[in-house]
């Protein structure tokens, strides 16, 4: 599973693929800790990889990553 943060026009928002929804948060590192926290959680309950993806002035960087 890979969650997205996201910055589009200064506005920072993490994208969970599993419910589809879209959460914004006030600052980046509020929306990356709430990312790392979700994958973490998910690669606990169910053992499958997951990746942070952190979008930003045109660049995609994978951040973290939880794996066996």
């Known amino acids: ?7 589009t026009a200064q506005r920072w928002s993490v994208l969970d ?3 589809r929804a879209t959460e914004e948060f006030s600052t980046g590192a509020a929306a990356f800790d709430a990312a790392v ?3 973490s959680e998910h ?4 053992g499958q990889h997951s990746t942070v993806r952190v979008e930003a002035l045109g660049s995609t960087v994978d951040a973290v990553h939880f794996s066996h």
């Open 1 to 7: 599973m890979v969650i997205t943060v996201q910055c």
């Open 17 to 19: 693929p599993q419910t």
């Open 37 to 39: 926290s979700r994958a």
């Open 43 to 46: 690669h606990r309950r169910t």
